[in-house]
């Protein structure tokens, strides 16, 4: 085997490699383990798969009740320690709201619906109330007003993949320069080719 030939194997497969790591590099998927509240809060206002905010690290909470467009639990879905206090606390808006069990250990009962700015209901979770707790407000449920709590480590829980990263504007400049930058770059191997199968040994006419 000619040692051109050998050279250009050589080159082939190391830009085979290049251009297989360049593809691995983002193709990694990163997985995230989040407490898993049912079919309950499909349609829970402010709620998306996923979102609910890992608190497991403090010793109170609190929700904003009516919070969006006044008709939603801000967050409305929490992951918590045993020992933790929850505050719920009135915005005002929306009319007038409750926060009430639908389903799960705990017994989260607020009353009867208050429209009061200010007005809060405290609840502390125990060891009796570790899971999942599904909650609405009575009034608004059928809207959309809904949230739960995940109380302790051992609660059902699902991975849900993460495949994709924020997403990146590029300013019209570093654009350019990407462009420009991989020509260049096709460019030299393309050369680089040429000459290692021609060895720069040819003729013109």
Not at 29 to 46: I, K, R
Not at 47 to 70: F, I, K, N
Request: aromatic fraction near 8%.
């Amino acid at each position: 085997m000619s040692t051109n030939e050998v050279s250009r194997r050589g080159f082939m497969t190391a830009a085979a490699g290049s251009a297989a790591a360049a593809a691995a590099s983002g193709t990694a998927a990163a997985q995230q383990t989040v407490p898993d509240y049912g079919s309950f809060l499909g349609d829970a206002n402010l709620y998306e798969e996923g979102s609910a905010q890992d608190l497991r690290d403090q010793s109170e909470v609190t929700v904003s009740v009516g919070a969006g467009d006044g008709l939603a639990f801000d967050p409305p879905a929490i992951w918590i320690s045993p020992g933790t206090t929850v505050t719920w606390e009135w915005t005002g808006e929306g009319g007038s709201h409750n926060v009430v069990a639908e389903e799960g250990p705990a017994g989260i009962d607020s009353g009867d619906p208050i429209g009061e700015e200010g007005h809060t209901y405290s609840y502390e979770f125990t060891e009796e109330d570790a899971g999942i707790t599904n909650y609405k407000c009575e009034p608004h449920v059928s809207q959309g007003m809904k949230g739960g709590v995940a109380v302790g480590d051992d609660v059902p829980t699902k991975e849900l993949a993460q495949n994709e990263g924020p997403a990146i504007t590029i300013p019209d400049q570093a654009l350019a320069l990407t462009v420009a930058t991989m020509f260049a770059m096709v460019t030299t191997l393309g050369l680089g080719y040429f000459f290692m199968k021609y060895g720069g040994d040819y003729e013109t006419d």
